[in-house]
């Protein structure tokens, strides 16, 4: 059924409305000049009507990424028609919006705002994914009686998000498309919101994955951006921005893949410009870093363990978003590693054990004591079996990648005023066949979250996820979901596992085995800094 919504600023949209939530699909809220141009906010429409009734283009990327992702998440969901792919018009935004008791929607309700922004590893992802309908928050936020408004944008990806070199830089394309894009949207909601009664005081922004890493390196920027952060799965310390050698690395690897070696520099710009876009997908190697890199502009400083451990005052400089920023939700699936698996880690199975072992005794070849000290802890030597290895190491990866990055945000979080830190674990595990039925994998969170897999879920599985959405509206709300990260004590929310006594719990003791995390990481983190550890484990993935 349709709906229309005079926007005092937009004009007339035209969206459509389901079981009490209005939805206003593929609003556009940039422009670009072309493919490769950072983004030009929209602050008019030229149409007195706007048609919100579908979903807008997608950015240019693999066609199977959502099937893709319902493989990592073991289940899979009824899909719309999908979009096409744009390179030009995939800047849009999909908005959900509580209707009032009378069926309309309170232009004036001035309702808190949540923003997804997908993970994908920056190469795949869409705002019309089914397990990211925010249809069903919005409407458990309104029985709640503590309504929110949910919003998914698209931003651009691969090449055309994060392909970068001196020679595009000097013909006026910055780079880092992506993440401007993403600020592009932040800066568009603030300005329209009030439109479709949200408050443009009282934005969440929440990020899964690569998401995740884009909502908390959002925190770099001068300008307030959001009230609320949320990160599940990922951090500013996933990884390392890129540096401006590894850019001309991967530029130079892309020249390659398109056939462009030779031609001058004006030459393979426009050829970069025309080129179908779907060819930037099928011919460009997945294995090409195409990935945030260091701009001196939105990607001020390169994230660490040591930065955030360090005086307050210092982290703020790069990370300004710890003073505008009131608060932050961050949390990990216990299995969370599980998803290098799919990236790599499962080609490489055979033999893996003995790769391990040289690889840590290589990083660490000035300190062989803490070498030993690893392996140990994560019971792999030469002769491990494979399939044991691999587990060992993909828990390595969940510890040093996740869990580590996540308490040490957390820590970090400046606790005066209102701003606090909720740190969260989830322990619930996949219910569904595959690869990894029974573990906390990546992706099982946003998967409860956004309540979209319910009827493919037990009683006690559906009270987990409902709690756990529970808590997130609350704090979108501006509330307290749980006691926050208080000095020197890493209280946590833990969801799941759901047979346990008890399913859902706070632990407030602040040790790791109390929210079924590994003691041994904090152990080997004190001992020798979690960069080292996570540099060892980076080397292990690079291949080295």
Same mark, same amino acid.
């Given at each position: 059924?349709?709906?229309?919504?005079?926007?005092?600023?937009?004009?007339?949209?035209?969206?459509?409305?389901?079981?009490?939530?209005?939805?206003?699909?593929?609003?556009? +809220?940039?422009?670009?000049?072309?493919?490769?141009?950072?983004? =030009?906010?929209?602050?008019?429409?030229?149409?007195?009507s706007i048609d919100a009734t579908a979903y807008g283009p997608s950015a240019v990327s693999p066609p199977i990424g959502c099937d893709m992702e319902f493989g990592i998440i073991q289940h899979t969901l009824p899909k719309p028609q999908p979009p096409?792919?744009?390179?030009?018009?995939?800047?849009?935004?999909?908005?959900?919006?509580?209707?009032?008791?009378?069926?309309?929607?309170? #232009?004036?309700?001035? %309702?808190?705002?949540?923003?997804?922004?997908?993970?994908?590893?920056?190469?795949?992802? /869409? !705002?019309?994914?089914?397990?990211?309908?925010?249809?069903?928050?919005?409407?458990? @936020?309104?029985?709640?009686?503590?309504?929110?408004?949910?919003?998914?944008?698209?931003?651009?990806?691969?090449?055309?998000?994060?392909? #970068? /070199?001196?020679? %595009?830089?000097?013909?006026?394309?910055?780079?880092?498309?992506?993440?401007?894009?993403?600020?592009?949207?932040?800066?568009?909601?603030?300005?329209?919101?009030?439109? +479709?009664?949200? /408050?443009?005081?009282?934005?969440?922004?929440?990020?899964?994955?690569?998401?995740?890493? @884009?909502?908390?390196?959002?925190?770099?920027?001068?300008?307030?951006?959001?009230?609320?952060?949320?990160?599940?799965?990922? =951090?500013?310390?996933? *990884?390392?921005?890129?540096?401006?050698?590894?850019?001309?690395?991967? +530029? !130079?690897?892309?020249?390659?893949?398109?056939?462009?070696?030779?031609? @001058?520099?004006?030459?393979?710009?426009?050829? %970069?410009?025309?080129?179908?876009?779907?060819?930037?997908?099928?011919?460009?190697?997945?294995?090409?870093?195409?990935?945030?890199?260091?701009?001196?502009?939105?990607? =001020?400083?390169?994230? #660490?363990?040591?930065?955030?451990?360090?005086?307050?005052?210092?982290?703020e400089l790069a990370f300004p978003g710890l003073k505008w920023c009131e608060s932050i939700m961050v949390g990990d699936c216990q299995f969370d590693g599980n998803i290098f698996g799919y990236i790599g880690l499962h080609d490489r199975k055979t033999?893996?054990?003995?790769?391990?072992?040289?690889?840590?005794?290589?990083?660490?070849?000035?300190?062989?004591?803490?070498?030993?000290?690893?392996?140990?802890?994560?019971?792999?030597?030469?002769?491990?079996?494979?399939?044991?290895?691999?587990?060992?190491?993909?828990? *390595?990866?969940?510890?040093?990648?996740?869990?580590?990055?996540?308490?040490?945000?957390?820590?970090?979080?400046?606790?005066?005023?209102?701003?606090?830190?909720?740190?969260?674990?989830?322990?619930?595990?996949?219910?569904?066949?595959?690869?990894?039925?029974?573990?906390? /994998?990546?992706?099982?969170?946003?998967?409860?979250?956004?309540? !979209?897999?319910?009827?493919?879920?037990?009683?006690?599985?559906?009270?987990?996820?409902?709690?756990?959405?529970?808590?997130?509206?609350?704090?979108?709300?501006?509330g307290a979901p749980w006691q926050p990260v208080s000095a020197g004590r890493m209280c946590a929310r833990v969801y799941g596992p759901s047979d346990a006594k008890e399913a859902v719990k706070f632990a407030g003791s602040g040790d790791a085995a109390? @929210?079924?995390?590994?003691?041994?990481?904090?152990?080997?983190?004190?001992?020798?800094?979690?960069?080292?550890?996570?540099?060892?484990? =980076?080397?292990?993935?690079?291949?080295?």
């Open positions: 059924m349709e709906i229309l919504l005079a926007h005092r600023d937009i004009g007339t949209i035209k969206g459509i409305k389901s079981a009490g939530v209005a939805h206003f699909l593929g609003v556009k +809220y940039a422009a670009l000049a072309d493919r490769l141009a950072p983004p =030009t906010l929209v602050t008019s429409y030229a149409a007195d096409p792919s744009s390179a030009i018009d995939c800047l849009n935004l999909n908005i959900a919006v509580p209707l009032d008791s009378s069926g309309g929607i309170d #232009t004036a309700g001035k %309702l808190p705002v949540f923003v997804f922004i997908h993970g994908g590893g920056f190469a795949t992802g /869409s !705002n019309w994914w089914p397990q990211y309908d925010a249809a069903e928050l919005v409407r458990q @936020s309104k029985a709640m009686g503590r309504p929110i408004i949910g919003i998914n944008i698209n931003y651009r990806l691969g090449a055309l998000g994060f392909l #970068t /070199s001196e020679e %595009l830089r000097q013909a006026g394309y910055p780079g880092n498309n992506g993440l401007r894009d993403q600020r592009t949207a932040l800066q568009w909601i603030k300005k329209f919101i009030g439109g +479709y009664g949200g /408050s443009p005081d009282e934005v969440t922004v929440v990020g899964q994955s690569a998401g995740a890493l @884009s909502a908390t390196m959002l925190l770099q920027s001068k300008e307030p951006l959001m009230k609320r952060s949320a990160a599940f799965g990922g =951090t500013a310390l996933l *990884f390392k921005p890129l540096p401006l050698p590894a850019t001309e690395f991967a +530029y !130079n690897s892309v020249l390659q893949a398109l056939g462009l070696v030779g031609k @001058s520099a004006k030459s393979r710009i426009q050829a %970069l410009l025309e080129i179908p876009a779907d060819e930037l997908w099928q011919k460009i190697p997945p294995t090409i870093p195409l990935m945030p890199f260091m701009d001196g502009d939105i990607v =001020t400083a390169e994230p #660490t363990f040591e930065m955030f451990n360090g005086p307050l005052d210092r982290t033999g893996i054990a003995a790769h391990f072992v040289r690889s840590v005794e290589a990083t660490l070849t000035s300190n062989p004591t803490a070498a030993s000290a690893i392996l140990e802890a994560y019971q792999i030597s030469s002769d491990t079996s494979d399939d044991d290895a691999l587990h060992s190491i993909l828990q *390595f990866a969940s510890d040093i990648t996740f869990y580590a990055p996540a308490i040490t945000i957390a820590a970090t979080w400046p606790r005066s005023g209102h701003s606090k830190a909720y740190l969260f674990h989830f322990n619930e595990p996949n219910p569904w066949d595959g690869l990894y039925k029974g573990k906390a /994998s990546h992706l099982l969170d946003v998967a409860y979250l956004f309540q !979209n897999y319910t009827e493919h879920l037990t009683d006690a599985q559906k009270a987990v996820g409902r709690a756990f959405s529970s808590d997130f509206i609350e704090f979108v709300n501006g109390e @929210s079924g995390r590994n003691r041994k990481i904090l152990e080997l983190g004190g001992a020798l800094g979690f960069d080292a550890l996570g540099e060892v484990y =980076t080397n292990f993935f690079q291949g080295r």
